[in-house]
């Protein structure tokens, strides 16, 4: 079961209160069994994609099926199925999550302002059906110190991923 990164969140503008984070990501079946019947959600989802995915939520660091793959192929949203990342843009940033400097195609990831916890940042998504991916960082020096194409790491949810082998 997932658990929530951060142990704040926002209650309303301006409040912020304590989160249990052992309790914080126990889904309430009946209302993961009416979205998961959403014509926008996969019914094939688990209910931490789900809660990743739909309800932007992040999975505990170390934790995700993908972040240790050396697999030669492409990653996929996780609820619809499109290409977003290829594995050779993947490296290892020690963040705890899978890191990708590029995206498999211009216009495969949106970009959106999130100010939730306190914090700027820009939130990843998949283009095509809204997913959340996770978060983008630049200017963290990963181009000198990897000698990578690009200063950027895409900071991704291993739940909301498939992988698929070349």
């Keep these: 079961m997932l658990r929530v990164l951060a142990s704040y969140r926002v209650v309303s503008r301006g409040t912020i209160s304590r989160v249990n984070t052992k309790t914080a990501l126990k889904p309430q079946k009946r209302y993961l069994k009416i979205t ?21 939520h992040t999975e505990r660091p170390h934790t995700g099926a993908y972040l240790h793959n050396k697999d030669g192929g492409v990653y996929h949203c996780a609820n619809c199925d499109e290409p977003l990342y290829k594995s050779e843009t993947k490296f290892d940033s020690q963040c705890g999550w899978p890191s990708f400097y590029q995206e498999v ?3 495969a990831i949106t970009y959106h302002t999130d100010n939730t916890l306190g914090m700027k940042r820009t939130e990843i998504c998949c283009a095509k059906c809204g997913g959340h991916m996770g978060h983008v960082f630049e200017g963290e020096g990963w181009k ?17 991923l498939n992988f698929k082998k070349n």
């Design 105 to 107: 195609r211009p216009g």
């Design 144 to 160: 000198e110190r990897l000698g990578l194409p690009e200063d950027v790491r895409h900071c991704v949810n291993s739940a909301s």
């Design 36 to 56: 998961a019947m959403s014509q926008n959600w996969n019914q094939n989802l688990t209910p931490e994609q789900l809660l990743v995915l739909r309800d932007k």
